[in-house]
Nanobody, 114 residues
Framework: QVQLVESGGGLVQPGGALRLSCRVS????????MNWYRQAPGKQREYIAT???????NYVDSVKGRFTISRDNAKNTMYLQMNSLRPEDTAVYYC????????WGQGTQVTVSS
């Protein structure tokens, strides 16, 4: 059974940075396509970034140049480095694997506010 556990969220001022982690168990992370999503209050869950098994990445325009997705194969953990945070980045952030698209963690709350 695949399990995903997100962590690293918190309250940060505009312009600040956070690094989110997603610890994966039940599968080998490096052979999977990894995604990050977020869900703001009152809105639908939104896709924001992908890392393919070969290491290539893709981002939505709203986070391109500010967010970086990565992974540590030894720790079976994926990350989302978020820089230059904006109030509109406030959301619950989730990781997901395409092969196990029905498996979701509890998410981690990110609040960007002064």
């Amino acid at each position: 059974q695949v399990q995903l556990v997100e962590s690293g969220g918190g309250l940060v001022q505009p312009g600040g940075a956070l690094r989110l982690s997603c610890r994966v168990s039940g599968t080998i992370l490096s052979i999977n396509i990894m995604n990050w999503y977020r869900q703001a209050p009152g809105k639908q869950r939104e896709y924001i970034a992908t890392m393919y098994s070969d290491g290539t990445t893709n981002y939505v325009d709203s986070v391109k140049g500010r967010f970086t997705i990565s992974r540590d194969n030894a720790k079976n953990t994926m990350y989302l480095q978020m820089n230059s945070l904006r109030p509109e980045d406030t959301a619950v952030y989730y990781c997901n694997l395409v092969r196990y698209r029905d498996s979701w963690g509890q998410g981690t709350q990110v609040t960007v506010s002064s």
